[in-house]
């Protein structure tokens, strides 16, 4: 049997050669699998490029981008590049939000979605505009210069004679402050220390006091009673209907940070590294607290609470009235903070670091850190209302972004 050693022999070649073609079948079926696979997987690839370059694009276009903004509790609202580039102060009244440019230029934004309704120059490259005050019942816009007050009509800009005066008053004294409204009267401070009453339907000063020997810091109005502090450290406090003075206080130091107040006291950072609660009918001592360094930050009430950045010790909150307690009464610090309490929403406070250009949000209850971030192009932030209202952040290149608090 010459052919059986062969025949067997081919068997297992073909045995082999069986297994080689199913191997083969399946690697071609593996290949085709993956060759057909492939696309689908760069095409899922290349969306969620696509969407991480458009989140690029966001983040970068916007002041504070929407994944930022949502980190600290905000959605972006709307973003409105001013024009020269150069903001030198922004006011939140109600439904509109007003621009001064560095060359005096004053733009009107409509609060909700920042579409400008008009643009004015309002005084002089050398003037200073201290104030800018809307009034919608009368549709007016009164700008406080160094020299002047202007009235515009809120509706185009234009300017617009009030009741029997003209559209531009001359001041009697040169003002130093930005302008607080009671009824007829604009009531600012004098560069020399007055405190002056400018009757604005007419356009003359009614009354002017004697406050101090200069003023500087914004007056501070609760009802009908106006409080002034001064650089030389002494706080009044004024009648505004009628403009007697009803009390007065001298500090061991100067003042530098604006007052903030309630229907029931004036809150007072002082120089002489005392924070001060002033009963704002008497003028009688709430309550002190000494604490480690001068205060130069503006104290923020916001409800029963009070918060105070102390330098070199971090953000305290108080009971912003304590029950026999003239100590005052520290709810908690946060040494990790170095912020100004600019707004709060919900649980939360909003910080803004001026010197480190941080943004930061704190626990309003613990005073618990929970998220920071600098912002080394952003110059200001402010709040239209500074329980849940809304963010204005000013960069450095005129951009003015609006956030609004997540529901």
């Known amino acids: 049997m010459p052919h059986g050693p062969r025949i067997a022999l081919d068997e297992r070649h ?30 899922a690839e290349e969306r969620l490029a696509r969407q991480q370059a458009v989140r690029d694009h966001l983040e970068q276009s916007y002041l504070v981008g929407p994944a930022a903004a949502e980190s600290f ?88 004679a009030a009741v029997l005066g003209k559209a531009h008053q001359e001041l009697q004294w040169i003002a130093n402050t930005p302008g607080v409204l009671s009824g007829d009267h604009l009531i600012y401070g004098a560069r020399n220390g007055q405190l002056v009453w400018q009757t604005w339907k007419i356009g003359f000063a009614w009354k002017a006091y004697q406050a101090a ?33 009803m009390w007065n206080a001298r500090l061991l130091d100067g003042i530098v940070a604006e007052a903030a107040a309630s229907d029931h006291a004036i809150y007072v950072a002082g120089i002489d590294q005392h924070l001060r609660a002033f009963d704002i009918r008497s003028g009688r001592t709430l309550w002190r607290v000494l604490t480690e ?19 070199g010790l971090g953000l305290a909150c108080f009971d912003a009235l304590p029950v026999n307690k003239l100590d005052g009464d520290r709810k908690w610090l946060c040494p990790d903070n170095n912020g ?20 930061s949000t704190v626990s309003a209850t613990q005073g618990t850190p929970i998220h920071s971030r600098q912002y080394a192009n952003i110059d200001e932030i402010l709040t239209t209302r500074l329980q849940d209202g809304k963010l204005l952040a000013v960069g450095d290149d005129g951009r003015l972004i609006c956030l609004d608090p997540m529901r």
């Open 213 to 245: 020997g200069s003023l500087r810091l914004p007056p501070v109005r609760s009802n009908n009673i106006i409080c002034t502090t001064s650089s030389d450290g002494v706080v009044s406090a004024f009648n505004a209907d009628t403009a007697g003075q």
């Open 340 to 359: 100004t309490v600019v707004a709060r929403h919900g649980d939360t406070l909003v910080t803004w670091d001026a010197t480190n250009k941080v943004l």
């Open 73 to 160: 509790g905000y959605t972006v609202d709307w973003q409105f590049p001013v024009p020269s580039g150069d903001v030198d102060s922004v006011t939140s009244h109600g439904d509109r939000i007003f621009v001064v440019t560095g060359n005096n230029d004053l733009i009107c934004l409509q609060a909700d979605n920042g579409r400008r309704i008009w643009t004015v120059s309002v005084a002089d490259d050398l003037e200073i505009v201290h104030s800018i005050t809307y009034m919608p019942e009368q549709e007016l816009v009164l700008v406080l210069t160094n020299s002047k007050l202007v009235t515009l009509d809120s509706n185009t800009g234009m300017t617009k």
């Open 14 to 43: 073909s045995h082999r050669f069986g297994r080689m073609l199913t191997g083969c079948c399946l690697l071609g079926m593996i290949i085709a699998s993956a060759t057909t696979a492939t696309p689908s997987e760069q095409e």
């Open 293 to 311: 360094s001068a205060l130069v930050d503006p104290p923020t009430l916001i409800g029963d609470r009070l918060y105070q950045q102390i330098p």
